[in-house]
Every structure is written in C-alpha cells, then in structure tokens.
C-alpha cells in the first residue's frame, strides 16, 4: 500500500496506517493547538512522547504524529513491553510558545483518554514540562527523579544504542568486542554524548560531529575522541556510523558515500524511505540496525517508571535490547530481507500472537 499523503483525506490517512484513534485538542485561550494520536493499544496503553515543534502547516504535524505513533507500536512491541504506540504533537514554537497554562490545559486533554494514552519527553520538551502536565493528570512519564520519576532518559537510551552496536558487531565479526573498532556518531546531544562515554571506555576510536562546533570540541576534548567536519563524516572510513541526530540521514546519496560496515544509532527514522533505503543496504552489504530497535531504551525507562522504578530492572530490559537486534539480524540473514522488514515482521507477529491471548476474557 503507498504511503499515505498529507494532501489525502484524514480518514484515509488513518485507514493507510491503521490507527485507532486521533484526538485535536484546541483551545484558543491558552493558544494550544496539539494532535495526539493513538496508534494501537493491544499490547497496552498506548505511550508516546509530545514533540512541540512549529510544523509548516497541520496536515504536516498530522503526518508527523501519524507515523511517529505508529513507529512507537513497534517499538514496544520487539522491546516486550506491555504498551501500545501513541504520540502527541503540539504545534508552536517550544521556546517562545510555552507556558504554563497551555501544557496543564494539554494535561487536561491527555487525563480525559483516561489512560488509554501516556506521555513523555520528546524533541521540544522537558522534564519540566512534563511537571506542569503531571499537575492535571497521572498519566504522563519523565517527570524529574526528584518527584518520584525516573529522570532523564539518554543515558538509558545511549545504552540500548550500544548493545544494538554490539549485537551488530558479534553478527559481522564473531564477536561483540568494541576494542579497536572505529565509530563515528553524528550528533553529541544528549544521547550521543553518553554513547561516546561508553565507547571510549572500551577503547574504541570515536569521531564525533555536530551542527554545533562548541559542543564537538567540548566532547572530543574530554573524552579523547577526533572532531571531523558534519560535511566529511560520510567520506570517513570507519566501521561503524552512529546517526544520533535527525532522521532521514540515511538516503540515496548517502548511502552511495557510505563506507561503513555497520549502521547503528539512536535518531528515529534515518532511512529517508524505509522500504527503498532498507533495500539498498541490505544489496551494498551494509547492516543496518533498526532504529526503533536498539532506540528503544528511553521508552523502556519510561516503562519502568509506569511499574514503580527499579533501576536494575531498567538495566536488565536494556541489555535485552543486544537480544532483540540479534533476532533481527538472524531473520533478515535466514529470509534475505532487509532489517527493517525482519523487524517489522518480528513486532507484528508479537502484537498478533497477544490479540489471541487477550481474547479469552
Ligand atoms: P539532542 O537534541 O540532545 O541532541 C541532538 C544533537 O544533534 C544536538 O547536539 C544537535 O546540535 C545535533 N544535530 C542536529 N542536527 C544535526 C545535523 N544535521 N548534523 C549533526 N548534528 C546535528 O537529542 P537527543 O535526546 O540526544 O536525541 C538524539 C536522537 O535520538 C533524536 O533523533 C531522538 O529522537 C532520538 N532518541 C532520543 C532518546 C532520548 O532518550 N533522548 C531516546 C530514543 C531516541
């Protein structure tokens, strides 16, 4: 089926993708103009992170939450959580736009799903923010460790990032040693910092790049990684490349350059077309974990702040993650298809094979 359009009708747009569920909140006192949107609540309620962003027009923030909730189905669903796939947009500008008023007004509209759908943090929001919205429901994650949350995500999520490298890196080389390989991660915000921690004290040769060249000197100075231009990354021959930025990276002309052997980070959506560039990967010999895989670490954190936090517990379903990747690989090698498909097909068989259990009363 093609992919849905923005210019298509709504409904044939939620059709194409097969939601459940799409709630407008407006509200022109406090200037909220969201969409949340509930993919699939098989598996659970359906927990998806609020992205505050100043999209061109609605029909792109209705795209946007549209496949970003339905990527999050998917990513529960491999990682074994017990949630469903939902995302929430706020269209603005996050750093002039808000306030108060209009994210408790927000938390109104999530507390009136009666829990069917939960959020968290995402690009444009904070913990902080996540405060105001826990004011008017409980239905809400990634509040701060000092009110009872389980704090900041990223170095969860940087986690689950490396044992999908490892995992990468046992299926091409025999075994998972870090020791000696070279990876080169694109974007040192929040996560891809802590993966450069993690991959140094494993004595890997790091090449760190950014937009922002404050931050590129800052990390490669402390933990001894080498800072390369965004515009040359894809000239490095390096084993590993860590898009830990924006998606879309991965593209015809991208993959053309390419030189790695490995593919494995933490941005969502980094093919530009999941069908074609999963193709193209798998016939130049390049491996490519799939994001929501190995990615799956902050909703994991989120997960276990639901189930009353246990840090170990986190831990435990994190290193999973090296598992999940593994399985990926196996099928995508057995049944010569992309990763991507493999993973599709391993989460949708598990959402299937739950329906049926959840049929018995
Ligand atoms: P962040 O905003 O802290 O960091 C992103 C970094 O990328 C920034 O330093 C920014 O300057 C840089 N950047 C932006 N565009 C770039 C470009 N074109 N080239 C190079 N650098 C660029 O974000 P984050 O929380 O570290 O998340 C990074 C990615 O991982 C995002 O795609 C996010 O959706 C995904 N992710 C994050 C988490 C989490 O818990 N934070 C969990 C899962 C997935």
Redesign the pocket.
């Known amino acids: 089926m093609p992919s849905p359009q923005p210019t298509d009708s709504i409904f044939s747009q939620l059709d194409a993708l097969g939601h459940k569920k799409v709630v407008f909140c407006s509200d022109p006192d406090t200037g909220l103009k969201a969409i949340i949107a509930i993919h699939d609540t098989t598996l659970g309620p359906a927990l998806g992170g609020t992205r505050y962003w100043a999209y061109r027009s609605e029909q792109e923030a209705l795209q946007d939450v549209l496949r970003l909730s339905k990527a999050m189905t998917y990513k529960s669903a491999i990682a074994g959580l017990n949630l469903g796939g939902g995302k929430a947009v706020i269209i603005g500008d996050s750093r002039k736009d808000k306030t108060e008023a209009l994210l408790r007004k927000f938390g109104r509209f999530i507390k009136n799903l009666n829990g069917e759908f939960i959020t968290a943090e995402?690009?444009g929001t904070n913990p902080r923010d996540m405060e105001y919205i826990r004011m008017e429901t409980q239905h809400v994650t990634g509040v701060p460790e000092s009110m009872g949350g389980s704090g900041d995500?990223?170095p969860?999520?940087a986690l689950g990032v490396y044992m999908g490298i490892k995992a990468c890196v046992k299926e091409l080389y025999g075994n998972d040693t870090i020791t000696g390989r070279s990876v080169i991660v694109?974007?040192?915000?929040?996560?891809?910092e802590h993966l450069v921690k993690l991959l140094r004290e494993d004595n890997a040769k790091v090449y760190v790049?950014?937009?922002?060249d404050e931050?590129t000197r800052q990390v490669s100075k402390k933990y001894g990684a080498e800072a390369v231009s965004?515009n040359t990354i894809f000239d490095i021959n390096a084993d590993i490349y860590s898009p830990?930025?924006?998606?879309a990276?991965i593209n015809t002309q991208t993959i053309a350059k390419l030189q790695c052997a490995i593919i494995a980070g933490?941005?969502?959506n980094q093919l530009q077309d999941e069908a074609v560039h999963g193709q193209m990967l798998l016939d130049k010999g390049i491996l490519f974990a799939p994001d929501y895989v190995i990615?799956a670490?902050?909703i994991i954190n989120c997960y276990s702040e639901l189930m009353g936090f246990s840090k170990k517990r986190t831990m435990q379903l994190t290193e999973n993650i090296y598992e999940a990747t593994r399985n990926v690989l196996k099928l995508s090698a057995a049944e010569k298809i992309s990763t991507v498909v493999a993973a599709n097909k391993i989460a949708e068989k598990r959402i299937s094979d739950i329906k049926k259990v959840k049929s018995t009363y």
């Not at 974007?187 to 891809?192: A, R, S």
């Not at 790049?209 to 922002?212: E, F, H, K, V």
């Not at 830990?244 to 998606?247: E, F, K």
């Open positions: 995402d690009v995500p990223a969860i999520a694109q974007g040192i915000g929040h996560v891809g790049s950014d937009i922002n931050r965004n830990c930025a924006l998606g990276t933490s941005a969502n990615s670490g902050g």
